[in-house]
Each structure stands twice: as structure tokens, then as C-alpha cells.
């Protein structure tokens, strides 16, 4: 089966502009995550989705982010505007199931610039 | 708050030496342990879990033992290769507060030969 897929790998913007980042979940996963890791720090958190509502979205660090999943199948994360801090790989990944034991497999990231 | 602690890096170890990369845990309740791998270029990849305590997860020569009285949960492996080179975090996550897992600052392994 296909694994989940992030796009772009790798995006550099600048300052105040906007980006759109897309994750594609394993098919039949229900469950899909964002996480952040910033600069070599621990990977965060951003928010969770079952289906296509918003499960918990504590980890979002401000309003300049706005995650959707319309139709519970891709999601997307825009960043709008984009920060010097906002620099750091993007992960999303997603379960078949909500459980703590249900493993959460991850994409390949998309590593995103703001200069 | 929930929290994973893992041993700072990078480790640097010869081809056929033993690994352990420490990780300890604080939470409440009883959450789920976890070890994620990420190779070079790649994404995180699971390498082994265990959902109790006394649990061993183990894959790919790898071990971990969830060790409640001490929460912690290291990794070892009894004989390293080049190509167990990446960055490993151990992780938890908790059932009742939420689906989050929770990382640790993930520790560089580099392995030559």
C-alpha cells in the first residue's frame, strides 16, 4: 500500500508570502496528525483530525496557520504569512485508528524555508 | 506536564559495537512507548513499540524494554552496522488526554566501519 505523502519535500519563501503544504494519508485512515520539528528541537504537536473535523488543534502556535481536510481524505497546512520562526520540517502522518497503541506512520516531511 | 527525555548526541560508534540510547519518561497514567527512526533523506519510520509495562518491543535487532519503576524505555542493539546510521526519538503517547505522540529531541546515531 502506499505509504503517506507529503508535498512539497521542500519549499523557500520569503517573508509574509504564503505557502500550502499537502499531506495524503494511507487510504482508509481516518486519523491523520501535523507535527513541526523547528530547528533541531523536539517535534511538536500541531493538531489532529479525524475524518474531516478537527479532533484537537492545541498545538497550533497561532492564527497565521490554518489546517483543513475537506472530504476527510488530503489534508492541507497554509502558513499565512510566513515567519522567520516558521522555518522547520513539516511531518504529517496518520492511523487507522485513534487508540495509543495504534501506530502513527509518518510521511517523509516537507522542509520549508522563510528567509 | 508529559514529557520524553532521550540522552544527547550524536552517539559515534564503530560497525559491531553495542548501542543503548536512553530514554526516559513523565506521565501519568500508563501511555504507550515508542522508538521512530529517521534515515537520512527519509521520513520517520517506526522501529519497535511496547503498550504496558514489562512490554518488549523489538524489530530489526533492536530492544526495548518498558520499564514502569524507572519510566524509561532505552534502546539497544548488541551490534551496530553503518547502515543503522539516523537519528532515532523515542516518544509516548497517552490514550485518555489525547492522541498525540509526544517526542523526545531525538538522538543522532553514526555508525563507521
Known amino acids: 500500500e502506499a505509504g503517506v505523502t507529503q508535498f512539497p519535500s521542500h519549499s523557500v519563501i520569503e517573508k509574509g508570502q504564503t505557502v500550502t503544504l499537502r499531506c495524503d494519508p494511507i487510504s482508509g485512515h481516518d486519523n491523520l496528525y501535523w507535527y513541526r520539528r523547528v530547528m533541531g528541537k523536539e517535534i511538536k504537536f500541531l493538531l489532529h483530525?479525524?475524518?474531516?473535523?478537527?479532533?484537537?488543534e492545541s498545538g497550533m502556535p497561532n492564527n497565521r496557520f490554518l489546517a483543513e481536510r475537506t472530504g476527510g481524505t488530503y489534508s492541507t497546512l497554509k502558513v499565512q504569512p510566513a515567519e522567520l520562526e516558521d522555518s522547520g520540517v513539516y511531518f504529517c502522518?496518520?492511523?487507522?485508528?485513534?487508540?495509543?497503541?495504534?501506530?502513527?506512520?509518518f510521511g517523509d516531511g516537507t522542509r520549508l524555508s522563510i528567509l | 506536564g508529559n514529557s520524553v527525555t532521550q540522552m544527547e548526541g550524536p552517539v559515534t560508534l564503530s560497525e559491531e559495537a553495542f548501542l543503548t540510547i536512553n530514554c526516559t519518561y513523565t506521565a501519568t497514567g500508563y501511555p504507550s512507548l515508542f522508538w521512530y527512526v529517521q534515515y537520512p533523506g527519509e521520513g520517520l519510520q517506526l522501529l519497535l513499540k511496547?503498550?504496558?509495562?514489562?512490554d518488549k518491543g523489538s524489530n530489526k535487532g533492536f530492544e526495548a524494554t518498558y520499564r514502569k519503576e524507572t519510566t524509561s524505555f532505552h534502546l539497544e542493539k548488541g551490534s551496530v552496522q553503518v547502515s543503522d546510521s539516523a537519528v532515532y526519538f523515542c516518544a509516548l503517547r497517552k490514550g485518555q488526554a489525547g492522541t498525540a505522540l509526544i517526542f523526545g529531541k531525538g538522538t543522532t546515531l553514526s555508525v563507521s566501519s
Open positions: 502522518a496518520s492511523s487507522q485508528g485513534g487508540g495509543s497503541n495504534q501506530p502513527q506512520h
Open positions: 511496547a503498550t504496558k509495562a514489562d
Open positions: 483530525f479525524v475524518k474531516e473535523s478537527k479532533q484537537d
